[in-house]
């Protein structure tokens, strides 16, 4: 009797796994520069022609390998990476699996060039569909280059799969971006068709590699986000909610170094932004998590897009706290500098073996930096005040077209909206006040009787119990009228009827701003802080300018009103003198 | 127009009409001063179009005439000229100024440019004292509101009757009125709702033992004494019906020493949050207790010997308002009487005293 049960030939098995491992020649791209940053490349060269299926080649001046190495990393899971199941825990390097090369070697025509520091001459191997045809010597320099022609050309199945050539292209530039931005101390260059896509020189930081790919005013709206915690370590770059727009996000997340996807870490750095941006806007992000060793499992998926994580919780808090602290500080107002120096962080230091840097140093390199802020923050959270003029015990503040307030600092002026700013004060006020219980409501001698249309009535009536608790003392009085007995007394110009008037109509037609709010607290507190603020146009003397200055000091997001506007606007002595020309 | 006149007459003329020159214009001659030489007088004044003050300086005229001079830099002059005569005249739109040997000449307006003060027949109004009247804007002007959104309670009610005047002035918050017996003169009965600015010019100048004559015209008032008059825009409107919510019903009654209240609640204010200066005071008889609990900063209590004999109260109060009550009280006791927590809280001047002052202050919700 025949057997039915046959063991595959290496090359089918390959074959299979190639339909994991290799989906499109972006999958290529990425093994191979990952194996080139494994091998300890300080420089990764990829060039492509027609979007890859033609031709793909990925040179870097790695480690290399040694002819039997070379050889041996043909088959299926030969890795120098890990030995043992254990290892998987701690991985450090991209790849592990030993899939990678003899994956793409079976769909493809690859030759593999390679050369170590202890031989004298380097290797070509020349496979065919998995086949080994050749192996011969070949003068060359330290390092590796590996060359896939006519990817698919024995799967015509997948070969069909695939995209136009610009798409193709694209997806292959991206997953290069990912890598470039993950390894800014290597140097990256892209080519496709002879054309130039990324020609990315080493730098020493994540910025400067932002600046490179998007360019210097891009990489100038970022500013550090970091916290760690419980040996999870977290280092950023986001934008100034000021410079935030509307439309293609950047979003990059790397743990240890490996680009991952996370949406649900995309959602808690936009939770991190609330109230300091409008809706709809998505500012860039750029996170890199260092977490101990057995943390994080990245053997979810071939491609490795994806990553597990034992705590996810406590990582999106990681990255929610460290995007609100990044806002809490002075650096992330707006201002009218236009030559901004991007931060530095430094993000990873050669490719393999431990790689975060004791916190101690990194802490070092930033202190170092140009362009560090100069006033730490206060320990219990609150953002600092900006330090004033020396010499001057309460900030020198003018009142501009009744409108602004301007204050002189050590580093230049600042400009602060009164609105926004006593808008950002009531919200966190009142925020605060529901969680001990609510806000005080001064009793009117002449409680206000109050018309409202139907559906707003009907609103006042469910808020009832939150609008009291907001100050508001409110007593339906049958049909259409309510009387309002107890207001808040926000400010000495506060227009209680007004605002009340203006509250609920907003509360009940809805706007964006009531939109952009969590729950019913902060819609009620960001309503009443717009409606009850300290209006534009009104104006205040010196002590009340210097209360409100203290009070916006006070909240943790000064620089960032309920609106996703700016509060504070900056313009620094520097600025100052290039516009006049004293540089 | 050409007058000789002491420095010290021209100065003091000066001093009183250039307080109602509003610092910032976009109408130039409202900086300037109006000068009218008559007969055996010159006449200066100064507005803002809400409020315009009017006085008779003597003075040697030799010759009539009328011209507006820059108000702030002829006082700036006259304060630095020598103890001597100064001759004053005009030199086409220019005024001269000669003190022994300084010499000034000042770019002026034609008088015609000067807006036209109100036309008030004072023969048709009232006649009260000085000391009344400032009396009267000295214990209620402070409880004016600052928030522009009812115009009428920027402004402080003045209501004259057979036998007696009132000012009443309120934010909603806090109210205060005062009564004083007066003489009308057989004139009729009459409200009218001051800005507060005006009578703050009366204050400033009109001494306790003028007699002040007091008219209407369309809706300006007029208030004059013998060399000085003041002129104002009133405000237009209904004053809502304070008499009906001032309690009549307020059974319980604390007397208190006014200056030991007022530095126990100025002490506890220090810890009072800075948005609704919250304390508390809590009634019981003989002792009231003063206490105050801000999240993020911390807490105080304080106590009170007083004369009480009610239940156990316990009311909360914006201490800025207390404070200002208590600082207008003419008495060394003051008698606080209250009904219940939400209920409006009145504060009098205690003993036996024919004073007509009544104070309110709404509480503050208690939240507990």
Excluded at chain 1, 53 to 65: L, N
Excluded at chain 2, 60 to 75: C, F, I, N, S
Excluded at chain 2, 227 to 247: A, H, K
């Amino acid at each position: 009797m025949a057997r039915r049960i046959q063991v595959l030939p290496d090359v089918v098995a390959n074959q299979i796994a190639a339909g994991e491992v290799v989906e499109r020649p972006a999958s290529v791209v990425k093994e191979l520069v990952e194996n080139a940053l494994d091998a300890r490349a300080s420089r990764v060269e990829v060039a492509i022609e027609r979007g890859g299926k033609r031709r793909i080649r990925v040179s870097d001046d790695g480690v290399g390998m040694g002819r039997e190495d070379a050889l041996l990393c043909m088959d299926r899971h030969a890795t120098s990476k890990i030995a043992a199941a254990g290892d998987l825990q701690g991985i450090r390097t991209f790849g592990f699996r030993g899939e990678a090369l003899p994956s793409i070697a079976a769909v493809s025509r690859l030759t593999l060039d390679t050369r170590d520091a202890e031989e004298e001459v380097g290797t070509r191997v020349l496979v065919d569909g998995g086949q080994i045809n050749s192996v011969e010597d070949l003068p060359r320099r330290r390092g590796t280059t590996v060359e896939v022609r006519n990817l698919f050309y024995n799967a015509p199945a997948r070969a069909k799969f695939l995209k136009s050539v610009s798409a193709e292209t694209r997806v292959i530039s991206e997953a290069m971006t990912g890598l470039a931005l993950a390894n800014p101390q290597v140097t990256f260059m892209l080519t496709s068709d002879d054309r130039s896509l990324l020609d990315l020189p080493a730098v020493d930081d994540a910025a400067a590699r932002v600046g490179q790919v998007w360019g210097a005013d891009q990489s100038s709206t970022l500013i550090l986000a970091s916290h760690s915690e419980n040996g999870f370590d977290l280092k950023g770059l986001v934008q100034r909610p000021d410079a935030a727009k509307p439309g293609v996000r950047r979003s990059y997340l790397f743990v240890n170094g490996r680009p991952f996807r996370a949406p649900q870490l995309v959602k808690a750095a936009e939770r991190g932004y609330r109230t300091t941006i409008p809706e709809g806007v998505r500012p860039w992000m750029f996170f890199y998590l260092q977490v101990p060793k057995g943390h994080v499992d990245v053997n979810v998926h071939p491609a490795k897009a994806e990553v597990r994580f034992k705590e996810w919780p406590l990582i999106e808090m990681l990255v929610e706290d460290a995007v609100r602290s990044a806002l809490e500080g002075e650096e992330s107002s707006a201002t009218f500098d236009t030559q901004l120096a991007a931060p530095p962080l430094v993000v990873r230091e050669g490719s393999t073996g431990p790689v975060a840097p004791s916190p101690d140093t990194q802490m070092a390199l930033f202190m170092a930096g140009a362009e560090v802020p100069h006033e730490a923050e206060d320990p219990n959270g609150a953002a600092a005040a900006p330090e004033l003029e020396p010499g001057a015990t309460r900030a020198r503040l003018w009142q501009v077209l009744h409108t602004y307030i301007l204050a002189e600092t050590r580093d230049g002026i600042l400009i602060v909206d009164q609105h926004s700013a006593h808008e950002r004060v009531l919200f966190q006020r009142l925020m605060d006040s529901f969680e001990r219980g609510g806000e005080v409501g001064q009793r009117l001698l002449f409680p206000l009787t109050i018309r409202l249309t139907q559906t707003e009535v009907e609103a006042v009536v469910d808020l009832e119990g939150l609008l009291e608790r907001a100050g508001f003392e409110v007593e339906p009085f049958g049909g259409d009228t309510v009387i309002v007995h107890a207001v808040p007394n926000p400010h000495r110009y506060f227009d209680a009827e007004r605002a009340f008037r203006e509250m609920i109509e907003e509360l009940t037609h809805g706007s964006e701003l009531v939109r952009s709010a969590k729950n019913q607290h902060e819609r009620i507190a960001m309503t009443f802080a717009c409606k009850g603020a300290i209006k534009a146009g009104q104006k205040l003397s010196g002590a009340e300018m210097q209360e409100l200055f203290d009070e916006l000091f006070a909240t943790d997001l000064p620089h960032h009103d309920v609106h996703g506007r700016p509060t504070i606007v900056r313009l620094s002595k520097g600025e100052l003198a290039r516009k006049f020309g004293r540089t | 127009m050409n007058f000789t006149i002491t420095r010290q007459n021209l100065h003091n003329g000066l001093a009183a009409v250039s307080a109602s020159i509003p610092s910032k214009t976009t109408l130039p001659v409202l900086s300037n001063i109006l000068f009218e030489a008559k007969e055996d007088a010159v006449w200066m004044s100064g507005t803002d179009l809400d409020v315009a003050v009017r006085v008779k300086v003597p003075a040697d005229v030799k010759e009539l005439g009328r011209l507006t001079a820059p108000g702030k830099k002829l006082q700036e002059i006259t304060r630095e000229l020598p103890e001597q005569p100064v001759e004053v005249a005009t030199r086409g739109e220019q005024i001269e100024l000669k003190c022994g040997r300084s010499n000034f000449k000042l770019n002026g307006l034609p008088a015609d440019e000067f807006p036209s003060l109100a036309e008030v027949d004072f023969s048709e109004g009232w006649t009260v004292t000085g000391k009344d009247v400032n009396g009267l804007i000295h214990h209620t002007t402070f409880a004016v509101s600052t928030e522009e959104s009812r115009p009428i309670l920027n402004g402080v009610l003045w209501e004259l009757r057979e036998g007696s005047m009132r000012m009443v002035a309120t934010n909603g918050h806090r109210l205060a009125r005062m009564g004083v017996p007066a003489e009308s003169g057989g004139a009729p009965s009459a409200d009218f709702i001051v800005p507060p600015g005006a009578l703050q010019h009366v204050q400033r100048l009109f001494k306790d033992d003028d007699t002040i004559e007091v008219a209407r015209s369309g809706n300006h008032l007029g208030f004059r004494a013998d060399s000085t008059e003041v002129y104002t825009r009133l405000i237009e409107g209904t004053y809502p019906n304070y008499d009906q919510v001032i309690p009549r019903d307020n059974d319980k009654v604390a007397t208190i020493d006014k200056k030991a209240l007022e530095s126990a609640v100025r002490r506890m204010a220090v810890v009072a949050s800075d948005q609704t200066h919250r304390i508390r005071l809590k009634f019981e008889p003989g002792r009231v207790h003063l206490n105050v609990l801000t999240p993020d900063l911390g807490e105080g209590h304080d106590e009170l010997e007083i004369g009480y004999e009610g239940e156990e109260l316990e009311i909360g109060f914006n201490a800025n308002y207390l404070l200002e009550v208590l600082r207008y009280m003419p008495t060394d006791e003051v008698d606080v009487a209250f009904k219940a927590p939400e209920r409006a809280v009145t504060i009098e001047p205690s003993g036996d005293n024919d004073i007509d002052y009544l104070c309110l202050v709404m509480p503050l919700r208690l939240l507990d």
